[in-house]
């Protein structure tokens, strides 16, 4: 029986469903990764497995019983870092490790968060404030809160979009680093398919919505731990990513309608604006050839 | 051939109370008339700064820029520049806000062509039926659609774009990137782009400069880019020398990042 389990889940704010017969099944242990557009309706999707959104039809299954509302059972990593700005580093995990686990003693409480600070290499900033952190370090923070509470499952929503490729590179190989170590079910999601690629035993797309529901899954069989530069020269890896992409681009490519239109542009030069317009002199512009015409193809 | 563009011994200091902080320091390229060029390094390494002196909006410290036999002084509307935010004016439409540069280079033409050409430009990009909404009701990456083709209606000599793709998401940036490779095929516009994104790179440019890490940036490495235009992606990563190339480039961000290490 898989772990998490996604039954037909249809899901809509009035008008058309933003996720259709969604199914989708993750073995314990397994990194799934979910790649889509934004606006697909992926973050949709997270907040029905965390339990912050009700299906409209189907069932979302987590070890066998119905999700109905967010537990310390599921831990989750939001785009935005969701961090209490006038907490410090080691008060915003203690929040957490506090509410799941009442009964233990201080010391205990305070060893757990120390050790999950030093997972993430923020020793030195624990008893920093938000606002006195990189965007990267924040995340780092909110990975460390989420892995704190020892969930069953983690689920990342676009967790490193919003920093730059440097950073993100350098939080991919933490997370590849702790999944490999404590091997948790994690679903991750995604709009980057190397980062899928990088991180996940599984990737499947999302098709762009509305309507949007979940393709046809595919394995990344590369070795781990994995090479960034290295698996540039995996064949495997090659493909992939070709596939995935293509597979992307062409679900987007559906929803467009072709229209052909004529269109004019006329082929005249700029004028210089650095040279001030004498009166009278030239009163059109410099026309190269008659006016061309094209016909465009449209996406609408 | 003679070049199009010049940048002789280019550096950039800015006055700090410890003394001049040297940014670039004798950046020097040339790039031929039709060429795709891209700088790529690091957050911080410079490559903004020399766009920006390219476009005018910097000013250059020593050495100097010729662009098509003219010595470079001020910004100026031959050269067409797509910002990584937009930078649209939030109370025009997006076919005003194009229109905008349009009236100032083609203030010579007639009424009818000044709007033939923002239409135009407007519906190659793929907003035929939202060239009158405002910017606030586009989404990101249409907005950028709105940016390219503003540049591109001006007819500049040259276009400079400085991280057009950086704040939307992969699969939207590779929409745009085909998009722009339309556009600058049919349009034959020299252009410079700053990046960060090797597959980006790879995929538009003839050449990509790859610069070191500042402070005092310079040129490190020019890899030639040789895949047969007009490009299409499943091609390109097909190509025998994509994943070589990805990985020299990879390599290169990668050497010049442990240079420098976070002290923390």
């Known amino acids: 029986m898989p772990y998490l389990e996604l039954n037909n889940v249809t899901k809509h704010f009035g008008g058309a469903p933003v996720l259709k017969d969604v199914n989708l099944a993750v073995e314990q242990g397994e990194f799934v990764a979910i790649v889509g557009f934004s606006g697909a309706g992926k973050s949709t999707l997270i907040n029905l497995i965390a339990g912050l959104l009700h299906p409209d039809a189907g069932t979302v299954k987590l070890n066998g019983k119905v999700i109905t509302e967010p537990g310390p059972d599921r831990g989750i990593v939001f785009q935005n870092y969701s961090l209490l700005p006038w907490l410090t580093v080691f008060e915003n995990i203690l929040l957490a490790v506090d509410t799941v686990n009442p009964g233990w003693s201080k010391t205990q409480k305070e060893e757990h968060v120390l050790k999950y600070i030093a997972m993430v290499n923020l020793t030195p900033a624990r008893d920093k404030k938000p606002g006195e952190l990189s965007g990267g370090m924040r995340q780092r923070v909110s990975v460390a809160r989420a892995l704190a509470m020892n969930p069953q499952i983690l689920l990342l929503d676009e967790p490193l979009s919003a920093l730059d490729a440097l950073t993100r590179a350098t939080l991919q190989d933490e997370i590849s680093r702790i999944w490999l170590e404590d091997k948790k079910t994690v679903l991750l999601i995604t709009n980057d398919p190397d980062e899928g690629i990088y991180l996940a035993d599984r990737i499947i797309p999302l098709t762009a919505g509305p309507e949007a529901t979940l393709g046809e899954s595919l394995k990344v069989e590369i070795p781990r731990p994995r090479d960034r530069k290295g698996i540039n020269h995996d064949p495997h890896f090659k493909a992939l990513r070709r596939e995935v992409v293509e597979t992307m681009l062409a679900s987007k490519k559906d929803r467009h309608a072709s229209v052909t239109r004529k269109l004019v542009l006329p082929d005249i030069e700029p004028e210089d604006l650095s040279a001030p317009p004498r009166p009278g002199w030239r009163k059109s512009p410099i026309r190269r050839r008659e006016i061309k015409e094209e016909s465009v193809e449209v996406s609408k | ?264």
């Not at chain 2, 940016?147 to 998401?169: H, N, Q, S, T, V």
């Not at chain 2, 890899?223 to 299409?232: D, G, I, L």
Request: glycine share 8%; net charge negative.
């Open chain 2, 1 to 264: 051939m003679s070049n199009y563009v010049e940048l002789f011994n280019l550096t950039k200091t800015y006055r700090t109370p410890k003394g001049p902080a040297v940014i670039v320091k004798d950046f020097n390229l040339n790039i031929q008339k039709g060429e795709f060029i891209t700088l790529i390094g690091h957050s911080g390494c410079g490559k903004s700064t020399v766009l920006s002196m390219l476009a005018g909006l910097n000013d250059i410290t020593e050495g100097g820029i010729v662009l098509a036999g003219r010595e470079l002084a001020g910004a100026g509307p031959d050269r067409g520049v797509v910002f990584q935010s937009p930078s649209l004016l939030p109370w025009l439409t997006a076919y005003e806000n194009v229109m905008l540069g349009v009236d100032q280079v083609f203030y010579s033409a007639n009424s009818d062509e000044r709007r033939e050409i923002v239409e135009y430009y407007l519906t190659v990009v793929g907003l035929a039926d939202s060239m009158h909404k405002r910017p606030a009701e586009l989404s990101q990456g249409m907005r950028q659609r709105v940016g390219i083709a503003r540049a591109f209606a001006l007819k500049p000599k040259m276009l400079l774009l400085d991280e057009p793709f950086g704040m939307l998401d992969s699969l939207t940036r590779y929409e745009l990137q085909q998009v722009l490779i339309e556009l600058w095929r049919k349009n034959k516009i020299t252009a410079l782009m700053v990046t960060h994104d090797v597959d980006e790179a790879l995929f538009l440019s003839d050449r990509i400069v790859c610069m070191t890490d500042g402070p005092a940036a310079e040129v490190g490495d020019i890899v030639s880019v040789n895949f047969p235009r007009p490009r299409e992606r499943k091609a390109v990563m097909e190509h025998p020398d994509y994943y070589p190339l990805r990985e020299h480039l990879i390599e290169f961000l990668e050497v010049h990042a442990h240079r420098r290490q976070p002290k923390n």
